[in-house]
């Protein structure tokens, strides 16, 4: 069986594939064929024959750079009109050869073409803190079984004194401080985040003393709350929760770094 390389493309979709199709099917079984690589019914499709691949406005919207040369330009070679009796012809008989393309025209209207295309209309499950808690299937279930993170009774006593009486004066909310969660394993600067503390003291999320940072960069895991309850008011990613002894309060500017910690050590 003859066979043509060619490309093909749907802009109502967002379709770009390249296919080897049989070159003696006519165009009205080619249809149904495309159906499963575009996504357009047969009865609303309109094909274009083009000299070669017809996605490149496509392609200049997409983010990243496209697969082929942008110089590169097609030509409309044949406009098949629908139901008309081109259709009963095949692509060899429409001189279509390696490298052309087929553009499907979608005749859909806009609206029920956007239930499909448009993940922003599809409601999407949200599972809220409570029903995950209750799951025994997760993550935080299997840290919780091993006494993982900050599950550790070990971690936890070694790590806060579990009262907030016994913490530095100096550790108080407005304070400029120091972050370093790796303290004490001979860290550098580049594994530092300053920002200022804006709550001292016992949580819901985990046992003991900790302390609510609001970072100068958007360098946080929060924005001042864990598990729907609220601790102190940040924009989002700027605030986390660390144990006292990885805060240093002191004469600490705003600075510029990045850093990725360690999920256990910070909340």
């Known amino acids: 069986m003859s066979v043509v390389n060619v490309f093909i493309h749907a802009p109502s979709t ?20 495309l159906e499963s690589i ?6 609303h499709q309109v094909l274009e024959i083009h000299s070669s691949r017809t996605d490149h406005e496509q392609q200049q919207q997409l983010a990243g750079p496209g697969p ?5 330009r097609s030509t409309l070679v044949a406009a098949v009109p629908p139901n008309s009796d081109v259709e009963s012809r095949s692509l060899e008989e429409l001189g279509v050869v390696d490298g052309m393309a087929i553009k499907v025209l979608d005749t859909r209207p806009k609206e029920l ?16 803190d409570d029903t995950y808690a209750a799951r025994r299937d997760t993550v935080l279930a299997f840290k919780q079984r091993n006494k993982l993170g900050r599950f550790d009774p070990s971690k936890d006593a070694s790590s806060s004194s579990g009262d907030t009486e016994d913490l530095p004066t100096e550790l108080a909310v407005g304070a400029r401080c120091q972050v370093d969660l790796l303290s004490g394993t001979g860290t550098t600067g580049a594994n530092q985040r300053k920002g200022t503390v804006r709550f001292v003291g016992t949580t819901k999320f985990a046992t003991g003393a900790w302390v609510g940072v609001e970072y100068d960069e958007p360098v946080g895991k929060n924005d001042g709350s864990v598990a729907g309850e609220r601790y102190f008011t940040c924009k989002p990613n700027f605030g986390s929760f660390v144990r006292p002894d990885k805060v240093q309060v002191g004469d600490f500017p705003a600075d510029d770094f990045d850093l990725d910690l360690d999920d256990d050590e910070e909340m």
């Open 14 to 33: 967002l379709v770009s594939a390249e296919r080897r199709v049989p070159s003696t099917i006519p165009l009205h079984d080619l249809k149904y064929r």
């Open 38 to 43: 575009v996504g357009v019914p047969p009865s």
């Open 113 to 128: 073409i956007q239930t499909f295309t448009d993940e922003s209309l599809v409601d999407k499950y949200v599972m809220d």
């Open 68 to 72: 082929f040369a942008a110089s590169v």
